[in-house]
């Protein structure tokens, strides 16, 4: 296997992790800002809040999000 082709798979296997922390495309997407919303020490209802859903739903996002980061 080449240099090219592990990167790609290494691009795959977290682009799932996501995928998987956030469920789809839109969690790829709030992912990350829920990480950089945590990370500024936001709380759980302002991270739903400015993701646009609700309390239930970030705190599902934000453990899939710590248990997805605590497999790496």
Do not use: F, K, W, Y
């Not at 739903?57 to 899939?64: G, K, L, N, Q």
């Amino acid at each position: 296997m080449t240099t090219e082709g592990h990167d790609h798979d290494a691009e795959v296997s977290g682009r799932r992790r996501l995928e998987s922390a956030g469920a789809g495309r839109a969690g790829r997407r709030a992912a990350p800002a829920a990480a950089g919303l945590l990370i500024e020490g936001h709380t759980d209802a302002v991270i739903a809040d400015r993701l646009g859903m609700n309390i239930p739903t970030a705190r599902v996002r934000i453990a899939r999000l710590a248990a997805t980061l605590g497999r790496q």
